[in-house]
């Protein structure tokens, strides 16, 4: 035994000092625990400032009545903002409205970008690009911007639109899109749901070039057809992205139509393409209620909060990931 600890013992060099650990104390310790916190702290500090207390604030407005004029306090009401919006006629319809932008954007944030990126994902060279780059202007383009633009196509004198439907036969008489019923939504889902092919289209190609090409390689070596190694191949790997663009269609869609609302039909004619957007915006900013519009934004985020928990549990249960 004892010579077995002088074969493990080796002296100090002779010119070097032997390096003495110091055990860390408690302080340093908590230090270091806390140190990442510290990077953390502006962020939260912004998160805190501009999210979660105004959400908390809109919870206590919800139950209260103000109009926001200087010099007044909030007078609580309990829960008769909630049962005067379930008899305003102009929340109703904005239920239905926020539900069709809802399904109708599905097409245009799902459907057509999906092709669109696998059409353009076999191209080479510099083509590729410029097809991603025009499917993706109206993205960047200013809501104000394409609102100009479109008002003048469809300008109920002299649009190009009334000047076709005209010249073709196909009505007799000017057309005011934006004052008929009939038409003042379709065009404002239109108009948004073309802003947002690019963005999608953008999301889909990314993930198209993360599939493994061996995949389709092996399958067309057996004999499978193109339609095919779409449909057992890329729309399984493309899950993920697919209930990504769900989740953010579904979520924001009303938010996305805001700005066209606002800037060409003011939710008219007869209430006919507002939103619940709208909605909150006007009771709060035009009728001075902020009690009312507090309420219609506390009631739709837990309609909200409800459906992104279950499109989060779909996307775990069905997202199929290339581990």
Request: zero cysteines; hydrophobic letters at 50%.
């Amino acid at each position: 035994m004892s010579r077995s600890l002088e074969n493990n013992y080796q002296p100090p060099l002779s010119n070097k000092t032997p390096v003495i650990r110091k055990s860390v104390s408690k302080k340093a310790k908590k230090s270091i625990t806390l140190k990442p916190y510290f990077y953390l702290l502006p962020a939260l500090l912004l998160l805190g400032i501009w999210m979660y207390k105004p959400l908390i604030t809109t919870f206590f407005l919800a139950f209260q009545k103000w109009s926001m004029v200087p010099g007044t306090t909030p007078e609580p009401v309990g829960l008769e903002n909630f049962i005067r919006l379930f008899n305003t006629k102009d929340f109703l319809i904005s239920i239905e409205n926020t539900i069709f932008y809802t399904i109708g954007l599905l097409p245009f944030s799902i459907i057509i970008p999906l092709f669109l990126a696998v059409a353009t994902h076999g191209m080479t060279g510099k083509i590729k690009n410029v097809y991603r780059t025009i499917f993706f202007i109206p993205m960047i383009l200013a809501p104000v911007t394409v609102s100009a633009i479109w008002r003048w196509l469809f300008h109920p004198s002299n649009g190009l639109v009334n000047i076709f439907l005209l010249k073709t036969g196909l009505t007799d008489t000017n057309i005011s899109f934006f004052s008929d019923p009939r038409f003042a939504k379709w065009i404002i889902l239109f108009m948004t749901g073309w802003s947002l092919i690019g963005f999608s289209t953008i999301m889909f190609s990314a993930a198209l070039t993360s599939i493994n090409k061996d995949y389709y390689e092996a399958a067309a070596l057996d004999g499978s057809s193109r339609l095919k190694r779409f449909i057992d191949i890329t729309l399984p790997l493309l899950s993920p992205t697919i209930l990504f663009m769900l989740t953010m269609s579904i979520l924001f869609s009303s938010q996305f139509t805001f700005a066209y609302i606002d800037i060409l039909t003011a939710g008219g004619p007869f209430g006919s393409s507002t939103n619940i957007y709208y909605e909150m915006y006007k009771y709060g900013f035009s009728n001075l209620n902020a009690g009312l519009s507090s309420a219609a934004a506390i009631l739709f985020f837990f309609v909200f909060a409800i459906i992104a928990l279950v499109l989060n549990y779909v996307s775990r249960k069905f997202a199929f990931y290339d581990n």
